[in-house]
C-alpha cells in the first residue's frame, strides 16, 4: 500500500530518447527567440517614448519619466542579453546531441563490420582437414574477393 500516490512511470534505462531531446530543446530556443523578439519590441517602443518625453519641454517632470523609462529600457536589455546566452547555450546542446547519435551510428556501423570480419575469418582457424592449405586458400579467396570489389569500385566512377 502506497502512502503518497502512485509509482511514477518512468521510461526505459535511458530516460528521454536524444531525438525527443532534440526536439524539447528547439521548442525552448523557439521560446526564448519569441520572448526575446516581444522584448525587443517593448525596448523600441520606450526609446520613442524617451524620445518624445525629451522633445517635449512643456512638462518639468517628463525628464523623471523619461528616466524612469530608460530604467525599464535597460532592465529589459539586460533580459535580452540573458536571452541571447541561453538560446546560444541551447543550440550547443542541441549540436553536441547530434553529433552524439552521430558517433553511436558510426560506432553501431564498425560494430556490424567486425562481427562480418570475424564471421569471415572464423572458418580460417577452425582445425578441419587441410590445415595450412585451407588457410592460404582462404587468404586466396579473400584477396580474391578484395580485388574483385575494388575494380568494381573503380568501375561505377
Not at 19 to 34: G, P, V
Not at 117 to 125: C, D, Q, S
Request: a positive charge; charged letters at 35%; one cysteine or more.
Amino acid at each position: 500500500m502506497r502512502l503518497f500516490g502512485k509509482k511514477k512511470d518512468t521510461q526505459s534505462k535511458g530516460g528521454v530518447s536524444p531525438e525527443d531531446a532534440i526536439k524539447r530543446l528547439n521548442e525552448t530556443a523557439e521560446m526564448l527567440r519569441k520572448r526575446q523578439a516581444f522584448l525587443q519590441h517593448q525596448i523600441d517602443g520606450e526609446t520613442e517614448q524617451i524620445k518624445k518625453l525629451l522633445k517635449e519641454k512643456k512638462d518639468p517632470n517628463n525628464r523623471k519619466k523619461a528616466q524612469t523609462v530608460l530604467k525599464k529600457r535597460k532592465l529589459k536589455e539586460k533580459s535580452v542579453d540573458t536571452l541571447e546566452r541561453q538560446i546560444m547555450n541551447l543550440e550547443t546542446q542541441v549540436l553536441t546531441l547530434q553529433e552524439a547519435v552521430v558517433g553511436v551510428d558510426g560506432y553501431k556501423a564498425q560494430r556490424v563490420f567486425t562481427d562480418a570480419m570475424k564471421k569471415i575469418h572464423e572458418g580460417m582457424y577452425e582445425p578441419q582437414g587441410g590445415g595450412a592449405d585451407r588457410v592460404v586458400i582462404l587468404c586466396l579467396t579473400g584477396a580474391l574477393m578484395m580485388l574483385r570489389s575494388k575494380t568494381w569500385m573503380f568501375r561505377s566512377r
